[in-house]
């Protein structure tokens, strides 16, 4: 069935330094790529959506210059998040939305980030 | 605004208990309802929704049924496994927006043989 992998799966980095998740649909076309955070004993809230070959859409409160996207191909979103800070540390997840059948949308597994 | 609000984990039964995970909502309108699962290093999988009241959602044993009145849309499974073993996420869509959903805060539900 179709596939969303998300890369790495667990990241430590150190504070001030920029560290990079990718999203990539392995066997589909997606157009549109959504970005979610969740902090401890918080929903999954969105961030923004990802948008081949455009600019990214940002929800309100999320910084589009320290969360930087980058949608250049129908398979692969990645999702920077520059100049981390511990306050940066959460879980990161993507979603593809496949171009046909229907437009369903697929959850990769999840990016852990902490910064120390 | 829309929210989804669901019970605290984990939740730990036996194999063959009955399961219930609480969910309610706030939303204007009338939106979609999901339950979505995370089975351990895995992507989040839509489990069942309901697209308008009083529908109910079912698949794999669990069922949820889209109650208006008390804005709820509670998972319901008669005899769980240890394979259910996941974090369990109810979550909305926004009307205004339907690719864009609402989530809760997910639960923890932990089956012991």
């Known amino acids: 069935g179709a596939v969303v992998s998300q890369h790495p799966s667990r990241v430590i980095c150190k504070s001030g330094t920029s560290v990079k998740i990718e999203c990539r649909s392995l066997?589909?076309?997606?157009?549109?790529m959504f970005w979610y955070r969740q902090f401890p004993k918080q929903s999954l809230m969105l961030m923004a959506t990802?948008?081949?070959?455009?600019?990214?859409?940002?929800e309100q409160g999320v910084e589009k210059d320290k969360f930087l996207i980058n949608h250049a191909s129908l398979t692969l979103s990645t999702l920077t998040v520059t100049s981390a800070h511990p306050e940066d540390s959460s879980f990161y997840i993507c979603?593809?939305?496949?171009?046909?059948?229907?437009?369903?949308?697929?959850f990769g597994e999840g990016s852990w980030l902490t910064v120390v | 605004g829309n929210s989804v609000t669901q019970m605290e984990g984990p939740v730990t039964l036996s194999e063959e208990a009955f399961l219930t995970i609480n969910c309610t909502y706030t939303a204007t309108g009338y939106p979609s309802l999901f339950w979505y699962v995370q089975y351990p290093g895995e992507g989040l999988q839509l489990l069942l929704k309901a697209t308008k009241a009083d529908d109910k959602g079912s698949n794999k044993g669990f069922e949820a049924t889209y109650r208006k009145e008390t804005t709820s849309f509670h998972l319901e499974k008669g005899s769980v496994q240890v394979s259910d073993s996941a974090v369990y996420f109810c979550?909305?869509?926004?009307?205004?927006?339907?690719?864009?959903?609402?989530f809760g805060t997910g639960t923890r539900l932990q089956v012991f043989p």
């Open positions: 990802s948008n081949e070959g455009s600019k990214a859409t940002y």
């Open positions: 979550a909305l869509s926004d009307l205004s927006n339907t690719d864009k959903l609402i």
């Open positions: 066997d589909f076309q997606a157009t549109t």
């Open positions: 979603s593809a939305r496949r171009d046909s059948l229907g437009n369903t949308i697929y």
